[in-house]
T-cell receptor
Framework: GAVVSQHPSWVICKSGTSVKIECRSL??????MFWYRQFPKQSLMLMAT?????????EQGVEKDKFLINHASLTLSTLTVTSAHPEDSSFYIC?????????????FGPGTRLTVL | AQSVTQLGSHVSVSEGALVLLRCNYS??????LFWYVQYPNQGLQLLLKYTTGATLVKGINGFEAEFKKSETSFHLTKPSAHMSDAAEYFCAVSDQIDKLIFGTGTRLQVFP
């Protein structure tokens, strides 16, 4: 149990285009989902926290107009990178949290590698 | 504010040798502590966690960690390294509510 999927697993796009990444909790309902980005050989940095039906809370320094987060249901959150540029190339990882199966534990997706040309 | 320091960005051991990955934390509240493993181009997998209770925590794949409040440490150990243990390891701290603060990671290499 507690499986989180991400789609796509990798994407290459041209500069200026928008890319949508989906994060799904497959066998549980996630009250909270988190989005992280990870640059090569670096740690995960929290970008934003989203609760179903509410606006996402962004970390300091993260442009909310550039990284649009939608958490429309208890099993799906999306991250849209708008007008992507090469500096947005990174590994994006989501996690999902719920009271069940494990209280307050985050379950991580496999990540999405974004390359902007 | 919370923070995590992982000493040593790279650790190399021989197969069968002891693995020791160091993690020190800073927290103004009783922390929840975690160790995650990441294989190349994959997400994070939870190895073990400490919340409350017994300070020696056993996790998957033979790993364990001990919470030492006096030393503000949560070092990860495994008695005998296996080739398949080669990966990136992240220590993380939480304030018991939601946010995870990650350390910078330690890359473990295992030599035959």
């Amino acid at each position: 149990g507690a499986v989180v999927s991400q789609h796509p697993s990798w994407v290459i796009c041209k500069s200026g285009t928008s890319v949508k990444i989906e994060c799904r909790s497959l066998d549980f309902q996630a009250t909270t989902m988190f989005w992280y980005r990870q640059f090569p050989k670096q740690s995960l940095m929290l970008m934003a926290t989203s609760n179903e039906g509410s606006k996402a809370t962004y970390e300091q320094g993260v442009e909310k107009d550039k990284f649009l987060i939608n958490h429309a249901s208890l099993t799906l959150s999306t991250l849209t990178v708008t007008s992507a540029h090469p500096e947005d190339s990174s590994f994006y990882i989501c996690s999902a949290q719920s009271d069940f199966p494990a209280y307050n534990e985050q379950f991580f997706g496999p990540g999405t590698r974004l390359t902007v040309l | 504010a919370q923070s995590v320091t992982q000493l040593g960005s790279h650790v190399s051991v021989s197969e069968g040798a002891l693995v020791l990955l160091r993690c020190n934390y800073s927290s103004s509240v009783p922390p929840y502590l975690f160790w995650y493993v990441q294989y190349p181009n994959q997400g994070l997998q939870l190895l073990l966690k400490y919340t409350t209770g017994a300070t020696l925590v056993k996790g998957i794949n033979g790993f364990e960690a001990e919470f030492k409040k006096s030393e503000t440490s949560f070092h990860l150990t495994k008695p005998s390294a296996h080739m398949s243990d080669a990966a990136e390891y992240f220590c993380a701290v939480s304030d018991q509510i939601d946010k995870l603060i990650f350390g910078t990671g330690t890359r473990l290499q295992v030599f035959p």
